[in-house]
């Protein structure tokens, strides 16, 4: 089963992504920049959903970590907002992020974003995320 690390400092957003995706894939969660680094490494994700607005933490910082890191720079991390400009998007692009989704969630949205990220990884097109 696919692993998924959902990086977000709101409870309530792990508790709707397992409702969600739960029976599909393997949840795990992490709720600040530590944990989510350390999640990463242990857990090893299969990708990781990563709020673009954690409180005290800046997600542009973690990102820039994990993308630096020998142990995580391979792992696909789609970025999660429920209000956020193009222009903020495209700043995560730049930076390594494999594909954007709206918060709340929508079953289907959430389902086919990570279908597609996890299809191009799996087969070795990587380099197009």
């Known amino acids: 089963m696919k692993r998924i690390l ?5 409870p309530t957003v792990f508790e709707q992504a397992k409702e969600i995706i739960g029976n599909r894939y393997e949840v795990i969660t992490a ?13 090893k ?4 959903l990563l709020d673009m607005f954690m409180d005290n933490e800046m997600s542009e910082d973690i990102l820039k970590k994990l993308k630096e ?11 999660t907002a429920s209000d956020a400009s ?3 998007i495209s700043r995560y692009y730049k930076m390594g992020a494999a594909d954007f ?6 079953d289907n949205v ?13 087969d070795g097109h990587y380099d197009l995320i």
Do not use: Y
């Open 69 to 79: 890191d020998e142990a995580t720079k391979s792992i696909p991390v789609i970025i």
């Open 110 to 122: 959430l389902f086919k974003r990570i279908d597609v990220v996890l299809a191009l990884k799996d």
């Open 31 to 43: 709720g600040t920049g530590d944990e989510i680094m350390a999640q990463a490494k242990a857990g």
């Open 45 to 48: 994700p299969d990708v990781i």
């Open 86 to 88: 193009i222009m903020a």
């Open 6 to 10: 959902v990086a977000d400092d709101m």
């Open 101 to 106: 989704v709206k918060k709340p969630f929508v």
